[in-house]
C-alpha cells in the first residue's frame, strides 16, 4: 500500500476485503464454474456504517440551526449529501451481482434492477484496472467491479466456453501509462471533488442573495484556485507514484533493453501483462514490474505486520546478487506474483 493511505485507512479497508471474503467464502465452497455467483455485498456494512455516521453529524447539524449556529445550512447539506450517498452506496452494493445457474445468468444492476440472458450468448469480457464488462456481440450486458467473490469461477467459465478475455484498453504500455493507471483514481476523486465543492459554492452563493455578477468573478477565482490546487496535488502524486519505476529501470539496465521497445513487441496493452518472461501490474496506488532473466534466486511471499495490519511483499535475489523487495499490499498481490513465477493458475 502506498504511504498515500495512512495505518487506519490500510486497517480499515483490510477490514471491509476480509468480511467480504469471508462471506464470499462461504459461498465459493459449493460453487464451481458451471454455478457461481459474482457479487461484493460484503462491503455494504461499511457502507452503512459510514452512512450513519454522517446521520448523527446531520442531526447535530439540524440542532445547531435551530441555536442559530452560523454555517449551519451548509453543515447540513454537506453531511446530509453524504449521508445519502453512503446508503445508496450500502444498498448498491447488496443488490449488484451476477449469478450463474448453468446456461441460466442473471444480471443485477446497481438499481436493483434484473436481467436474464443465456451466457453461452457472451461473446467476450473486457476489463479496466478496476471493473470487467461482459458484452453479447457489442452490447454491453453486465458491468461488475472486479473486487468481487466468485470473480476466479467467472474466468474459468469464460475460459471453458471459449469466451474472449481481454483489456479494454488500447493504449501500449509504457512507463507514463504504468504511472497513469497508478494514479486515476486519485484524478477521479480529486476531479469529483472540486465539482462537489463547486457545487456547494453555487448554492451557497445564490442563498446569500448578493450581487449575481460579483458572485459569479468570485466563483470562478475560487473555482481556478481549488482546480489548481487539486491539480498540483494530482502531479505531486504522480511523481511520487513514478518512483515506483525504479525497479523497471534496475530491469532495463541490468539486462541491457527498453522496456517501452518490449512490451511494444509483445503489443502490451492496458494496464497489466503476463508472459513467461514479464510480470507487470499496475492498480490504484501501486506499480509492480518483475522480468524472469533479472531474477536469480525467489525467495517468496514476506509479511510486514504492523499492529494489526499486514502487509505482504515478494523478496527475490537479482542477477547482481542483491535482495530486493517488491509489492507490499494484500495478500493476493503476492499470490499473484508467486504464481506468476512458478507458473501456477491464479485461479
Known sequence: ??????????????????????KGN????????????????????????????????????VICLFRDVEDAVVAIFVFGVITLLSFFAAWATSHHRLIVEGNEATYVNVWGITKKFPFSDVTKCLTTEQSLSLYIENKKVVTLSKDVYGLKF?????????????????????????????????????FWATVGIVVLMVVISISSGKNPLDQIVLLLELTLYIAGMFGCMFLGFMLYFA??????????????????EEMAKRGATGREYQDEEWFVETAPGKIEVLNRRFIKAWLGIKDNRSGRVTNYHIEFIDINGKKRSIGGHYLEYAKRMDNWYFKKNDN
Open 1 to 22: 500500500m502506498s504511504y498515500f493511505s495512512g495505518a487506519s485507512t490500510v486497517h480499515l479497508v483490510n477490514l471491509i476485503k476480509n468480511k467480504n471474503e469471508e
Open 26 to 61: 462461504k459461498k465459493l465452497a459449493q460453487s464451481s464454474a458451471d454455478q457461481f455467483e459474482c457479487a461484493a455485498d460484503g462491503y455494504s456494512i461499511a457502507f452503512v456504517i459510514f452512512g450513519l455516521f454522517f446521520a448523527i453529524l446531520t442531526a447535530i447539524s
Open 243 to 260: 518512483l515506483g519505476l525504479k525497479e523497471v529501470k534496475v530491469i532495463e539496465k541490468g539486462l541491457g533493453l527498453s522496456f517501452r
Open 154 to 190: 467467472l474466468q474459468e467459465r469464460c475460459k471453458k466456453d471459449g469466451i474472449e478475455w481481454g483489456n479494454k484498453s488500447r493504449a501500449g504500455i509504457t512507463k507514463f501509462t504504468l504511472v497513469w493507471h497508478a494514479s486515476r483514481t486519485l484524478a477521479l476523486i480529486l
